[in-house]
């Protein structure tokens, strides 16, 4: 079985990489997990259309990976929309606001109308049958086919543009950003903002208070969804504690109940994407996953998820000590554990 361990290293099969657009292929949904539900809990409350939603792990648990499945799997009625907290003051409502309606008429047109045109293929895959319209909320609606035309488009685009033109004053930044969520509802879609990359806000808690008590609860009033990836240590600063009560929902990842399960269905995933299509026993012995389990068990605090990314990172390195040795066939406990003690524990998050 050499040659899958090989397979597995050329082709980088448990490599974890920051790109929000390659997690959904990675990703494994909860309940395959033999864990709650959470992938439906989250597409529940987007489908609220309205406030705003956390997603709740430390670092390194999952949250990215859940958003983007989940947003990537959302009908057509819904559009998600990614803004990055990068370059932005992100406590400052207005700046962010003018931040996230530059990105978003930024987009390329192609990039607007992916996630319709992927839902409509789906929906067509599935044979699934839809009423043209379905009320969300009161009295907005939206609507099912294809809509967002290169006219509609350019009206977006034509919004955002005015929108900024205006924005200077801070009111004004919102209710142009406002206006712009208004281009979206007139064609019946739900603008679904995503904001995941908030482990950037690592050793500025002044910054990540004030996305929360400030930035947050400001979008929280207008007509959209947000969505922000909330490493666990945020949920205990003053800003986000302030606006708890007015959140739409929060999901917290749990913890895999049955790690050795859990984890072993994240590695089989990840070998099949390489073409590896073998028993995860004829790459990592069984006590080799028994040991990996532990070491995800090691960041794990009370019921809620463990560190994913550290899980994956020691199996890659176990491969690659185990390709050092000139004759091995597998990963094996040994290997594990080597990689276990070249892989240091992340802290829980950057604060
Ligand atoms: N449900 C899952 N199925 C398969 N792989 C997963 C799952 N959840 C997380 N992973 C993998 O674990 C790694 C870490 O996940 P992710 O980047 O989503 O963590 P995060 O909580 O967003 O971390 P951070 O707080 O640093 O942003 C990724 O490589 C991802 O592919
Ligand atoms: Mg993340």
Not at 33 to 39: C, K
Not at 145 to 170: R, S, V, Y
Not at 182 to 197: A, N
Not at 210 to 223: I, N, P, V, Y
């Amino acid at each position: 079985m050499r040659e899958a361990l090989q397979r597995l290293d050329e082709q980088f099969a448990f490599q974890t990489s920051g790109r929000f657009d390659l997690l959904v292929g990675e990703h494994v949904a909860y309940h395959e997990l033999g864990a709650p539900d959470v992938d439906a809990e989250l597409r529940r409350s987007i489908e609220r259309a309205e406030g705003v939603v956390t997603v709740v792990g430390r670092a390194g648990s999952g949250k990215s990976s859940l958003i983007a499945a989940v947003a990537d799997a959302l009908d057509e009625g819904f559009l998600p929309l990614r803004v990055s907290v990068i370059g932005v003051e992100a406590g400052d409502p207005a700046a962010f606001a003018r931040h996230a309606i530059t990105e978003i008429r930024e987009l390329p047109d192609a990039q607007l109308t992916r996630h319709e045109t992927r839902a409509l293929d789906r929906a067509t895959a599935e044979r699934r049958t839809r009423s043209s319209t379905r009320e969300l909320r009161g009295g907005f609606e939206i609507a099912a086919g294809k809509i967002l035309t290169a006219k509609i488009i350019g009206d977006i685009k034509q919004a955002a543009t005015e929108a900024l033109e205006h924005a200077a004053d801070p009111a004004d930044a919102l209710r142009g950003m406002q206006r712009m969520f208004d281009t979206f509802w007139k064609v019946k879609r739900c603008p679904v903002m995503i904001v995941e990359d908030t482990d950037h806000w690592g050793g500025s808690p002044e910054v990540t208070d004030a996305f929360f008590d400030q930035t947050s609860r400001a979008f929280g009033t207008l007509d959209a969804v947000m969505v922000v990836a909330t490493q666990s240590d945020y949920t205990s600063l003053d800003g986000y504690l302030r606006i708890r009560d007015k959140l739409t929902a929060q999901v917290f990842l749990p913890r895999l109940p049955d790690v050795e399960y859990g984890v072993s269905r994240v590695l089989v995933h990840r070998m099949s994407s390489v073409g590896v299509d073998l028993p995860l026993q004829d790459v990592l012995e069984p006590e080799g996953l028994e040991l990996l389990s532990q070491s995800y068990l090691e960041s794990v605090t009370d019921e809620w998820a463990g560190d994913l990314r550290r899980t994956l990172a020691v199996m890659r390195t176990a491969v690659d000590i185990a390709l050092a040795e000139a004759t091995a066939q597998q990963v094996t406990r040994g290997h594990v554990q080597e990689a276990i003690a070249r892989t240091p524990l992340a802290p829980p998050s950057a604060l």
